[in-house]
């Protein structure tokens, strides 16, 4: 959490380069901190503590209202809260006290808090040519004791061993807050606003209604600045594999795989029209919106990205298995145009409630909604011929 453009997307690239996020990812050893980034970085890594493996989540702040109820499913499940500030920038510390403090205590967050100035080789710099306007390291220590923080720790983008320092001391606040959270009352969740007379959805699904498009347009729209990493030809053909039928009665390569690319875009796949099978995982992808050119796709493994919206492509023919885990979804979305699928897994993602979005979903036999935010369940999976339900790591 804090003020935009002070560098917690190079914080979080610099540690992301030096640790492996889950089992295929590519370990990024060309990272730079003026190299351009989006500007939502999402970040699952594996680590060990105490001898055990965990899988640890990193998220950046993301404001906007389009990010509003991802943020406070974000607060709420957090086991650890990193208020940073930029070290030579006095107003950016400011705003821990005067804005990111009292968000915690509004939204009576229970897990620990740790202060962290980044860009702190930018203010031994300035000590050299005598500007004094950086945040003394005495002011910032005075505030995490006055108001019980964890601790404060400062880094550098520029010198990775600070940056792991710090997500070292992180982490052992959050498996600290871990292991006593069950002893905790769980957080007050806001209900859904009740329907009023008249409407057919309701109004907290992700089903469109008007001005919708302002919440999610801007995040999806990508610039030619923002397209960093658009995918090629070469990279589709390197990645196709498994021969079978296609739509034409002829032989094509019916799956591609398209892993931790660190891809931006999909739009070049347009053309591969005959895909069945199509994995594009551990990637920073905003938008499927080219995949509703692929008409026949059955598979599809998106995990792992930046979506903040499960509809933000138009619906194959025949959709059989969907895979959203590790996104940014606030909301369960409308799934009632896949009529044929049979697996969909939306594992550790942001969702707060199971609305009517899989009502028509009557081929659906294993629905993974485990590590989300989700409080209580309501009577909209009682029509639905389940074999798998799960719901681990969540509120109830």
Same mark, same amino acid.
């Given at each position: 959490?804090?003020?935009?453009?002070?560098?917690?997307?190079?914080?979080?690239?610099?540690?992301?380069?030096?640790?492996?996020? +889950?089992?295929?990812?590519?370990?990024?050893?060309?990272?730079?901190?003026? =190299?351009?980034?989006?500007?939502?970085?999402? *970040?699952?890594?594996?680590?060990? #503590?105490?001898?055990?493996?965990?899988?640890?989540?990193?998220?950046?702040?993301?404001?906007?209202?389009?990010?509003?109820?991802?943020?406070?499913?974000?607060?709420?499940?957090?086991?650890?809260?990193?208020?940073?500030?930029?070290?030579?920038?006095?107003?950016?510390?400011?705003?821990?006290?005067?804005?990111?403090?009292?968000?915690?205590?509004?939204?009576?967050?229970?897990?620990?808090?740790? #202060?962290?100035?980044?860009?702190?080789?930018?203010?031994?710099?300035? =000590?050299?040519? +005598?500007?004094?306007?950086?945040?003394? &390291?005495?002011?910032?220590?005075?505030?995490?004791?006055?108001?019980?923080?964890? @601790?404060?720790?400062?880094?550098?983008?520029?010198?990775?061993?600070?940056?792991?320092?710090? !997500?070292?001391?992180?982490?052992?606040?959050?498996?600290?807050?871990?292991?006593?959270?069950?002893?905790?009352?769980?957080?007050?969740?806001?209900?859904?606003?009740?329907?009023?007379?008249?409407?057919?959805?309701?109004?907290?699904?992700?089903?469109?209604?008007? @001005?919708?498009?302002?919440?999610?347009?801007?995040?999806? $729209?990508? $610039?030619?600045?923002?397209?960093?990493?658009?995918?090629?030809?070469?990279?589709?053909?390197?990645?196709?594999?498994?021969? @079978?039928?296609?739509?034409?009665? &002829?032989?094509?390569? !019916?799956?591609? %795989?398209?892993?931790?690319?660190?891809?931006?875009?999909? !739009?070049?796949?347009?053309?591969? /029209? &005959?895909?069945?099978?199509?994995?594009?995982?551990?990637?920073?992808?905003?938008?499927?919106?080219?995949? +509703?050119? #692929?008409?026949?796709?059955?598979?599809?493994?998106?995990?792992?990205?930046?979506?903040?919206?499960?509809?933000?492509?138009?619906?194959?023919?025949?959709?059989?298995?969907? /895979?959203?885990?590790?996104?940014?979804?606030?909301?369960?979305?409308?799934?009632?145009?896949?009529?044929? *699928?049979?697996? *969909?897994?939306?594992? +550790?993602?942001?969702?707060?409630?199971? @609305?009517?979005?899989?009502?028509?979903?009557?081929?659906?036999?294993?629905? %993974?909604?485990?590590?989300?935010?989700?409080?209580?369940? *309501? =009577?909209?999976?009682?029509?639905?011929?389940?074999?798998?339900?799960?719901?681990?790591?969540? =509120?109830?």
């Amino acid at each position: 959490l804090g003020d935009a453009g002070i560098g917690h997307s190079s914080f979080l690239k610099c540690y992301g380069a030096q640790a492996q996020a +889950g089992e295929n990812a590519e370990k990024d050893s060309s990272f730079m901190p003026d =190299k351009p980034l989006c500007s939502l970085q999402n *970040l699952v890594a594996m680590v060990e #503590l105490d001898g055990e493996p965990c899988r640890v989540r990193f998220t950046d702040e993301a404001s906007g209202s389009k990010f509003d109820a991802m943020r406070e499913a974000a607060i709420h499940a957090a086991h650890v809260h990193m208020l940073c500030f930029r070290a030579d920038q006095p107003e950016t510390f400011a705003s821990i006290r005067q804005q990111w403090l009292p968000k915690l205590w509004e939204m009576q967050a229970e897990a620990p808090w740790l #202060l962290v100035a980044l860009a702190a080789d930018v203010r031994e710099r300035n =000590k050299v040519t +005598g500007d004094v306007s950086s945040v003394p &390291q005495e002011e910032a220590e005075e505030l995490v004791k006055r108001f019980g923080g964890w @601790g404060y720790l400062e880094c550098s983008a520029f010198f990775p061993e600070t940056v792991q320092m710090v !997500v070292d001391e992180a982490l052992t606040a959050a498996y600290t807050y871990y292991r006593l959270q069950w002893q905790l009352h769980p957080p007050e969740v806001t209900a859904p606003p009740p329907r009023t007379a008249g409407d057919t959805k309701a109004s907290w699904t992700a089903a469109p209604e008007e @001005g919708y498009e302002r919440l999610w347009l801007p995040h999806e $729209t990508l $610039t030619v600045a923002d397209d960093h990493v658009p995918v090629t030809e070469d990279q589709i053909r390197e990645g196709l594999s498994q021969l @079978g039928d296609s739509c034409s009665r &002829q032989h094509a390569y !019916v799956r591609c %795989d398209l892993m931790a690319m660190n891809l931006t875009s999909l !739009v070049k796949l347009r053309q591969w /029209d &005959q895909l069945q099978f199509l994995n594009v995982s551990r990637n920073r992808l905003q938008s499927l919106e080219p995949l +509703g050119a #692929l008409r026949h796709l059955l598979h599809l493994n998106a995990s792992h990205n930046l979506l903040i919206r499960s509809e933000s492509f138009t619906a194959p023919d025949a959709l059989e298995t969907c /895979d959203m885990s590790y996104n940014m979804l606030a909301e369960l979305g409308d799934w009632k145009v896949h009529r044929y *699928l049979r697996e *969909l897994n939306l594992r +550790g993602n942001y969702i707060s409630y199971v @609305g009517s979005g899989l009502k028509g979903n009557h081929e659906l036999r294993m629905l %993974d909604l485990s590590e989300n935010f989700i409080s209580k369940l *309501l =009577k909209n999976l009682d029509d639905l011929e389940l074999r798998t339900l799960n719901l681990a790591q969540n =509120k109830l």
